[in-house]
């Protein structure tokens, strides 16, 4: 959420948001000049609102959230949004149960590194990027794709980027075969002429073929057998 709220207002838009807890991450926004409060409370709701943007933790009977339901606003969860921001761009997205911020961190630093100029949203404060969000000159962008509550359907990558696959998450998905299947369509929603990198051995070898019959290409990553060598000492 804050990578997104430093999106908007880098572009020019009053940010105002909620935390339940102040922290070094919500001062840090403050000190940027974003307008953030941590008590629920209707006060605090700007004359003027474009646009409300939130996430799944935010609890259901929020008085905040609830009025602007009920009063018609536009109300787009976090990753919808980062959907359409996207959309426009050429996508890198990294998905996976783990290592999503650190891949979404390492490619952005490798493509920029080597001179491709690329926006990035990570889950994660990037040291050296010193924030979670940098925008870029180029058309492309890297994105952390999470898989809570299907957020990473909202979508269409470019370039997927797969490092994991776990039974996560079950009190969304109620069983492992609903987490595959999930994570299956985010592949599908590879752009045509796109591309698949993935983990060695997870199971996505039957839209791998799908990919590949479509005419985007597939790749995959890691050891598929693990060789050992006795040492010994004489």
Excluded at 7 to 16: R, T
Excluded at 36 to 63: G, M, Q, W
Excluded at 68 to 84: H, T
Excluded at 163 to 185: C, M, R, W
Aim: glycine letters at 8%; a negative charge.
């Amino acid at each position: 959420m804050s990578a997104l709220a430093r999106y908007f207002h880098l572009h020019g838009a009053e940010v105002h948001g909620y935390d339940r807890t102040e922290t070094d991450l919500t001062r840090a926004l403050a000190a940027e000049g974003m307008l953030i409060h941590y008590d629920d409370d209707l006060k605090y709701i700007p004359e003027s609102v474009d646009l409300v943007v939130f996430t799944p933790a935010v609890p259901k009977d929020h008085s905040e959230l609830n009025w602007f339901l009920d009063n018609g606003y536009p109300v787009k969860k976090r990753a919808e949004v980062l959907g359409i921001i996207s959309r426009a761009k050429r996508c890198i997205a990294i998905a996976g149960t783990h290592g999503k911020t650190t891949t979404s961190t390492m490619t952005s630093h490798l493509l920029r590194a080597c001179g491709v100029d690329a926006t990035a949203f990570v889950g994660g404060i990037s040291l050296n990027l010193g924030s979670n969000f940098v925008e870029g000159k180029s058309d492309w962008v890297v994105v952390e794709a999470d898989e809570y509550d299907r957020s990473f359907l909202h979508l269409h990558p470019e370039i997927a980027v797969l490092n994991s696959i776990d039974p996560d998450h079950l009190d969304i998905y109620g069983t492992e075969e609903a987490v595959v299947e999930s994570y299956k369509q985010f592949v599908r929603q590879i752009k045509p002429g796109g591309k698949l990198i993935y983990r060695h051995g997870l199971p996505l070898e039957d839209v791998a073929d799908e990919l590949r019959a479509s005419g985007r290409q597939v790749f995959s990553s890691g050891l598929k057998k693990v060789i050992t060598r006795r040492l010994t000492c004489g």
